[in-house]
């Protein structure tokens, strides 16, 4: 189980959400406090944001732990966005090492990250050609960004034909964040400024909620809501 992380509000750099963190995803990729699955997240990082100037983001991955990638230390610090996807990852067995398997994969305006697994053979063979990777999240991702409208309907189908299936996951489109729980861990945190979710709290804050099992969680800037997922 890989961890990962979305932040929606007002400009904050990637070292203050990603490094700086007593336990955020830079102490995740070594030590995280609430993995299930796994048990440390050493295959690869990855990280995308939105500019002002252009509709589509930007994306930074790597197939090496993001502890060894020295040189996100000098960047982070510069790089600040109100919408910000990052992950980091520990490879299902038989998933490919590389960076086209690390999250968040992208298509047009729209970012995702999978936290879990999930039998290829459930999912629909359009959504192979697509699909940035033969990882099992990114033909996932494939389909799901098919019509990002469609993802609860979707995260149900997939869950039902694979009831094995891990299915947590996380898009953004530069303007709200979508997530869903099917299997792991999420929290949330309403921060001045802006929302936070992420696969565990990156600190001792009180103010993180646990967000419960088979939920689809939209943070828009009106609001955040939460609704059941295994209710048609
Ligand atoms: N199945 C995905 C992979 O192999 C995600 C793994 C995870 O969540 N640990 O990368």
New binding site residues.
Partial sequence: ???HLAWLGAPRSLSALLLDPGHGLLRQSWQPRRQR??TV?A??WGVGWWSPARAEPARWRSPRPMWADASLLSVAPHVSATCVVAAV?????G??ADET???PFARGRWLLS?????DRAVLPAAAWPAAESV???AVLASWLLEDPADLAARIRTAGAADPGA?L?VLLADGERLLATTWG?TLSLLVAPGGVVLASEPYDDDPSWRDVPDRVLVTVAPDGVTLEPLDVP
Avoid: F, I, K, L
Wanted: contains cysteine; charged residues 25%; glycine residues 10%.
């Fill in positions: 189980m890989c961890r699955h796994g997240n295959d690869g990852r520990s490879a299902t067995t998933m490919p398997a690390c999250a999978h936290n879990g697994r999930v990882c099992d999240s891990r947590n792991d």
